[in-house]
């Protein structure tokens, strides 16, 4: 399948239509500014792979685009954002949200600080550290995203505590088998996503449910 690649703002506005997303043409540009900043550090910091470099607007943004209307509002913590995602997407499209950014690898801060200084996002703040180590300092969330950090139990092991009364974890698990990732008393959701064939799996963890690891859940992920 050939690579999505819009050629201007109007283009990408277009494209987050068909994730059923309204953004403005504001929001576009800075999606673009992003996906150039992107493939030009790449080539010294090795932030994603060359396939997918090459496939940047359909692997990476517009599927991280697609958990917008999942985030339960207030606060957002990206843990484990990498090179900004699904993090920095879903920050400037979601203006009225604050997003905190924590990554363990320093040039991956140091790319992202520059990337949210060049866009000017305000709502934005990146953290450098391992999530143990911060944790004192970072506050509570109303929604925590990951994507591809860990299976979501484990996920939820380590950030659970940074909730908000009400709040959720979202972990973006990848293709298939979504079920086998997911701890007992969560929800598994399919994104389908332009330019790619298989739908992607999100995990949702409500801190209001009873959420812990099941051996019938997790017996093909452990081990």
């Not at 470099?53 to 990476?60: A, C, G, T």
């Not at 924590?102 to 703040?125: A, P």
């Amino acid at each position: 399948m050939n690579a999505l690649a819009p050629a201007d703002a109007a283009e990408v506005v277009a494209l987050a239509q068909r994730i059923e997303l309204a953004i403005t043409e504001r929001q576009a540009e800075q999606l673009e500014s992003f996906a150039a900043m992107l493939k030009k550090w790449n080539r010294a910091f090795n932030l994603l792979s060359r396939r997918d470099i090459d496939r940047l607007w359909s692997r990476h943004i517009l599927d991280a685009l697609t958990i917008s209307s999942l985030l339960a509002g207030g606060r957002v913590m990206d843990f484990g954002t990498g090179g900004g995602f699904p993090g920095l997407p879903l920050a400037v499209v979601n203006p009225d949200l604050q997003f905190v950014l924590l990554d363990r690898h320093q040039r991956k801060c140091r790319f992202l600080e520059q990337v949210v200084h060049t866009l000017e996002l305000s709502n934005t703040k990146v953290i450098c550290g391992q999530v143990a180590e911060v944790a004192g300092s970072l506050g509570r969330f109303a929604s925590i995203t990951s994507r591809a950090v860990a299976p979501a139990p484990e996920i939820w092991v380590q950030v659970a505590d940074l909730l908000e009364p009400g709040g959720r974890v979202i972990v973006m698990a990848g293709t298939g088998r979504a079920e086998f990732r997911a701890p007992a008393g969560s929800r598994c959701e399919s994104r389908h996503v332009p330019g790619l064939e298989a739908p992607h799996e999100v995990v949702i963890m409500d801190a209001d449910e009873r959420i812990g690891e099941s051996s019938e859940h997790n017996r093909d992920t452990i081990g």
